[in-house]
């Protein structure tokens, strides 16, 4: 006898995503392609920033560059599979591709949660222990936190992914989502999940309420410290930089916050659809902007890559010429 979960292994999963709306299928394809580009365009243009300009050599451009890798990696690991089913009839993913997408999926999610947590305790060590920070936030501890960042964060994908494969589905391989996300996939398992579910709570307080705790704990004395300061300039200064960090949390945590940890039927299909869509393809592309337009070193040191590339151009032409 065949085994219930054989079916989705031989012939993968139907990914629904919007097919009932066709024509806001190819509205969300031309969307969702100006932001990949915008995503590309903009993280890739932080992280050579960062890497070639040696003022921005420094623990908040360190992590800011590991964002901005991270938020790449993110969108190319969803959107061109997702283009392809919006752009053409066939709205299948092969059972190994939707393995690895829900994997990959929920380990990069987890990494941003606890990425943002440690950039805020660098705005909080270059605040409120200026005259320390070089010594705290030396480079051996930065490369110890981003390990940790990303050994925690696997741990956590490789525990609640395995729980939700190994769930029997009983044939049913229709996913009502456009990609293999791990709600969706636990809806269709033909047993009961409770205790999954549960799993996926906890854990879930754990990766996702845990960092926001400490980073509004952070945000808390970084407020007390800039009210202290009695130079204007000063306070303009903590502020831009914060302000940068905390517009991106605000925007990641509030769409986390309210599609996982609301009750299961609050939110109709769409809507949780389309909050998936904002916290995994607009808010990536959003990070470089929010980051460069509020941050006069970063706009400075991309001015410099932008000479640096008019120049070598200039150079190629006169020399085939």
Known sequence: MMDQNNYSSLHGFILLGFSDHPKLEMILSGIVT????????????????????????????????????????????????????????????????????????????????????????DRFTA????????????????????????????????????????????GNNLLDHFLCELPAMVKIA???????????????????????????????????????????????????TCGSHLTVVSIFYGAIIYMYLQPGNSASRDQGKFLTLFYTIITPSLNPLIYTLRNKDMKDALKKLMEVHKESAKVRRNWKS
């Open 190 to 240: 033909c047993v009961d999940t409770t205790a999954v579910e549960l799993y996926v709570f906890a854990l879930g307080v754990l990766i996702v309420l845990t960092p926001l705790t400490l980073i509004l704990l952070s945000y808390g004395y970084i407020a007390k410290a800039v009210l202290r300061m009695k130079s204007k300039a000063g306070q303009r200064k903590a502020m831009n």
């Open 127 to 170: 605040i409120c222990k200026p005259l320390h920070y070089l010594v705290i936030m030396n480079p051996h501890l930065c490369l110890k936190m981003i390990i940790m960042v990303w050994s925690i964060s696997f741990a956590n994908s490789v525990v609640l992914c395995t729980l939700t494969v190994n769930l029997p589905r009983c």
């Open 34 to 121: 100006i932001f990949y580009c915008i995503t590309l365009v903009g993280n890739t243009a932080i992280i050579l920033a960062s890497f070639l300009d040696s003022h921005l050599h420094t623990p908040m451009y360190f992590f800011l560059g590991n964002l901005s890798f991270l938020d790449l990696c993110f969108t190319t690991s969803i959107i061109p599979q997702m283009l392809v089913n919006l752009w053409g009839p066939e709205k299948t993913i092969s059972y190994v591709g939707c393995v690895i997408q829900l994997y990959v999926y929920m380990w990069l999610g987890s990494i941003e949660c606890l990425l943002l947590a440690v950039m805020s305790y």
